[in-house]
């Protein structure tokens, strides 16, 4: 009798599993390593730089009264009403430039022409137009926001596989099935890098934003306490908008890996 055996799995195979480990354990050395250089250099006070220790000692004292709880709900409201904004309306507008080459011939100068226009340089006009409110510094974030969306979902319509495209046609599917069953999902992993993209765009905008006359917010705070060289604080206020982007940036990755499972990954 034949005896059936199973193939023999494939070195990646077999390293897959420890893929993740191994990440995570270079991440922690990186920041052991970080921490040490940082804590190396505060000791030896170079540009009266503080420790880590001092920053986490500034760090509960903002929390302690409240202050950087306040600040960083103030900051993330407006970096999540921006950011959405930019991506509902980034999303639809790519697709349509995409899928209809006169809506591209329409959209695409305006989009490529306010592409190469930092959004910090857009404060002064958002200023003089939306006075000093909530609505110049969401509006900002949003631009940022939308530009990075607006984009790569371009991108990932025109990059769709022609052969898909011809392949569903023969099979007689109408342009509305081509659309929603073969453009869209091969353009989701462009629209969610997009997304990162445009996140850490509005992460970084915020800073910027909150000079438009902020009471809160964690750039607000950073701001101020430059006038009085706190380095403290701008530490603490730099590594919370890097913690809250990176918690951010790891679930648009989750739900990248959960829409785009059916694609091959190294």
Not at 86 to 104: E, K, N, Q, S
Not at 130 to 159: N, R
Not at 226 to 254: C, E, H, K, N, P
């Amino acid at each position: 009798m034949t005896q059936l055996t199973m193939p023999a799995k494939s070195p990646a195979a077999r390293r897959a599993p420890r893929r993740p480990q191994r990440a995570v354990t270079l991440n922690l050395i990186a920041v052991a390593a970080g921490l040490a250089v940082w804590t190396l250099l505060g000791v030896l006070g170079v540009q009266a730089l503080p420790t880590p220790l001092e920053v986490a000692a500034k760090a509960g004292e903002l929390i302690a009264d409240g202050t950087l709880l306040g600040d960083a709900l103030a900051s993330l409201r407006r970096v999540l009403l921006g950011f959405l904004l930019g991506t509902l309306l980034a999303v639809p507008i790519g697709f349509l430039m995409g899928w209809y080459a006169t809506a591209r011939g329409l959209l695409e100068p305006y989009i490529q022409f306010f592409r190469t226009i930092p959004p910090l340089a857009i404060i002064p006009l958002a200023i003089v137009l939306l006075g000093i409110g909530e609505v110049p510094k969401v509006f900002v974030i949003f631009l940022a926001a939308f530009l990075s969306s607006v984009v790569a979902t371009f991108q990932g319509v025109v990059d769709v596989d022609r052969t898909l495209i011809n392949a569903a046609r023969v099979l007689g599917a109408s342009d509305r099935t081509i659309f929603l069953k073969v453009v869209v999902p091969a353009s989701t992993p462009f629209i969610l890098v997009g997304m990162r993209v445009g996140l850490g765009s509005a992460w970084g905008t915020l800073v910027a934003a909150e000079l438009i006359a902020a009471q809160e917010g964690l750039g607000f705070r950073m701001q101020q306490a430059q006038l009085y060289y706190d380095l403290s604080t701008i530490f603490v206020g730099l590594i919370a908008i890097g913690v809250l982007g990176l918690l951010m940036d790891r679930l648009l990755l989750l739900a990248e890996r959960h829409l785009t499972d059916w694609q091959e990954r190294r």
